[in-house]
Nanobody
Framework: QVQLVESGGGSVQAGGSLRLSCTAS????????MGWFRQASGKEREGVATICSDGITNYTDYVKGRFSISKDSDHDSVSLQMNSLNSDDTAIYYC???????????????????WGQGTQVTVSS
C-alpha cells in the first residue's frame, strides 16, 4: 500500500514563499508519477503541478513561473517550491501518486489513486 505524508504548509504573507514536501513509502517510487493538487474552501480539487517517472514536469497556467516541482529519488520524496504567493493560492495542498495518470494538464485528480492527508497553506494579503 502506498502511503504519502506531506509537510511544510503554513501561513505566509503575499509575495512570500513556502516549500512543501511529500515522502512516499510502500511503493516503487521511481516508477510513479507524482502530483500536487489543491482544494480551496468551497471549490473542487485542482491540479497544480506534476512530475512523471521520467522527470518531465508540468504546471497549470496559474502557477507557471512561480511554482517548481522536483523529486528526490534517493529519499522517495517530491517537493513543491512556491514563490510569489498570493491569496488565491490559499488552499489545502495534497500530494498524490499513481503509476499511469497521464500527462494532461491541468492534472485530473480522478486519475491519481494514492493521496496524502493534505497540508494547509494560507496566504494573507
Amino acid at each position: 500500500q502506498v502511503q504519502l505524508v506531506e509537510s511544510g504548509g503554513g501561513s505566509v504573507q503575499a509575495g512570500g514563499s513556502l516549500r512543501l514536501s511529500c515522502t512516499a513509502s510502500g511503493s516503487t517510487f521511481s516508477s510513479m508519477a507524482m502530483g500536487w493538487f489543491r482544494q480551496a474552501s468551497g471549490k473542487e480539487r485542482e491540479g497544480v503541478a506534476t512530475i512523471c517517472s521520467d522527470g518531465i514536469t508540468n504546471y497549470t497556467d496559474y502557477v507557471k513561473g512561480r511554482f517548481s516541482i522536483s523529486k528526490d529519488s534517493d529519499h522517495d520524496s517530491v517537493s513543491l517550491q512556491m514563490n510569489s504567493l498570493n491569496s488565491d493560492d490559499t488552499a489545502i495542498y495534497y500530494c498524490a501518486a499513481d503509476y499511469h495518470p497521464g500527462r494532461a494538464q491541468p492534472a485530473d485528480p480522478n486519475l491519481y489513486h494514492y493521496w496524502g492527508q493534505g497540508t494547509q497553506v494560507t496566504v494573507s494579503s
